[in-house]
Structure formats: C-alpha cells, structure tokens
C-alpha cells in the first residue's frame, strides 16, 4: 500500500453527478497511486443518490451543489477554487488512475519547470461479461510532438484524466471555460499550452470508460465548434491549423453519423466542414489522415490489452 505519509502536493478533482458506483471505483484507483496525493476533492454537482456516503467512506473531501447546474466546467472550477496543492489533476467520475499515474506525471513535470502540464497516455476501454474491450489509444502520435499546440489544436490528443497541472497557472489561465458544454478540457488544455509547451509523458496512465452513461460524441461535441476555433483568433500558430481541425471533425463526425445510421448526418457534415470552407484539399487529406490515425490507434489499443498481461490482471480487478 502507498506510504500516506510520503504524499506529493498535488490535488486530485473528481466532478461527479448520480455516479456514485462508478465514483467508488475511480477512488479506488486513486487510493491505490503509488505516490499519493495531497488531497481528493469531489464536486459533485447536484447529485440525487448516495454520493455523499461514497465521498466520506473514501476519505475525500465533497464540495456540493446541491441545486445543480454548475456542469462539468464549473464543478472542476469549484475543485480548482478549493484546492491547496501545487498541483492539480482532474479525473472524471467514471475513469481509473493507473497506479503510477501521479508519481510518472509528478516526475515529468518537475523536470520541467517551465511546462505548464504534463500528460501521458489513455486506454479507451468498455467493460464486458467477457471482461475489458479496448477502443483504442488516447495520445499524440509521434510526429504530433514536434509541434504539440498546433496538433492538439487540431486533434485534442490529451486524455482528460491523464494530466497534471500547474495549480497556479490552471486559476491563471482562468480554469475551464462554462461557456464550453462539451469540450471544456481541450478549451483547458490548447489555453495552458499556448502559455508554453507541456511535457509528454509516453506511458498509459488512465483509463477513459466507455459505458452507456457517456455524454460525449462527435455530433454533440460540434456545438463547441466555433468556440475552439476561436482560440486561433490572433494565434498564427493555431490559424494554419484551422484546415486540419476541420478535417478531424469531418472524418469524426462522418463515422458517428454512419455508425448511427444517420446518412443525412453525414452529408450535413460534409456539406459545413467541406464545401462551406476554404482549402477544401486540406480539409479532405486531413480526413483521410484522421481515418488512418484512427486505425493505427484502435490496433495500438488492442494490441496493448493483448500483449500486456499486467495491465489485463489490473483491469480485471475493476
């Protein structure tokens, strides 16, 4: 068991609501980190079921909305504003630490003083009768390194719970943006990186859960749209990225539309990302790119779960 004593000054955030079995689970994993953290805040943003009793049993410290109503941008705010740490990591209801997450992106990002995030790998993974499914890997390619802002703008390549932030600099930039439903964390993360470059930590260090109760997919996520493009605004590093974002959501939103059947969902897409946009050849490679990006992703994440036997004993424990 990790040593309470030898806690790192980091804060962990958990905004939560109604998850209160799935919340149990994502505590486990963060009482299990080999370096532990300072303190566990959980927002819990209006929950109607037994929340509370998990949060108390876990030994963490709750901040209530009991009205609602903060979404998921303001209940990481309301943890942000209530942390002590000189770090800070958030970490959905529903998703697993690995345990070295925190002593792997501690590490990292007290080489780099100057970073104002470190963040590693994720594992999109569905819990079946026949045990853990893979969806794929969660993290930048390797030539998306050379130009980390520009790439994460056009592809966010940051798993939302494989992060840890510079607790000054997450209330500098001024948190997560409520303005953003769906895509607050990119928002949170291209606004830290456009301060200065964060560090890439190449390891698996969370595990996103795909369950029936996830609220994000591409055609929702798209109301968000020009709220991230607006973060190029005055940017010339973001600005020739606009063609290659666009492509990411047209490839992204094409498959969601036929995978639901939805064809006319497809075309619409096609007809806002594609024909109603400049650089229509850059837009279409970039697509094209993102479809294989796709592939390779969903065959590493497999391919991971299959040959990783330790990760598979870990898994099978939750």
């Avoid at 532990?36 to 901040?63: C, F, H, K, R, Y």
């Avoid at 569905?126 to 045990?131: L, S, Y």
């Avoid at 994440?301 to 990760?311: C, I, K, N, T, V």
Wanted: aromatic share 6%; hydrophobic share 40%.
């Amino acid at each position: 068991m990790p040593d309470a004593s030898a806690a790192a000054a980091i804060s962990v955030v958990i905004p939560t609501k109604d998850r209160a079995d799935l919340l149990g689970v994502t505590l486990r994993s963060v009482r299990e980190q080999t370096l532990p953290p300072a303190e566990v805040i959980v927002a819990d943003d209006g929950s109607s079921d037994n929340t509370e009793e998990v949060v108390e049993q876990a030994g963490a410290l709750l901040v209530r909305n009991p009205g609602g109503g903060w979404g998921a941008a303001g209940a990481r705010n309301a943890g942000l504003e209530t942390a002590r740490s000189e770090f800070v990591s958030f970490l959905d209801s529903d998703d697993l630490f690995r345990p070295r997450a925190l002593e792997l992106l501690h590490a990292a990002l007290s080489r780099k003083g100057d970073a104002p995030f470190a963040y590693g790998q994720g594992l999109s993974a569905r819990k079946t009768e026949a045990g853990w499914l893979s969806e794929g890997l969660i993290g930048p390619l390797p030539a998306e390194l050379a130009d980390p802002l520009g790439s994460m703008f056009a592809r966010n390549s940051v798993p939302s719970g494989g992060a840890l932030v510079r607790t000054e600099v997450a209330r500098d930039v001024g948190g997560y943006d409520r303005q953003i439903v769906y895509l607050e964390d990119h928002a949170f993360w291209l606004r830290l990186a456009q301060r200065a470059g964060p560090v890439h930590v190449p390891e698996l260090v969370c595990i996103h859960r795909r369950h029936g109760g996830n609220r994000m997919s591409p055609a929702i996520a798209f109301r968000d749209d020009a709220l991230i493009n607006a973060l190029a605004d005055g940017d010339p590093r973001l600005t020739g990225r606009l063609p290659r974002r666009s492509g990411v959501q047209l490839c992204e939103l094409a498959i969601d539309a036929i995978h639901r059947r939805r064809l006319d969902e497809a075309g619409m897409a096609a007809r806002e990302l594609l024909l109603r946009r400049p650089a229509k050849a850059r837009i279409l490679a970039s697509a094209v790119r993102q479809f294989r990006h796709r592939r390779q992703l969903g065959r590493e994440g497999a391919l991971l779960l299959e040959r990783d036997g330790e990760l598979r004993d870990w898994l099978a424990g939750y």
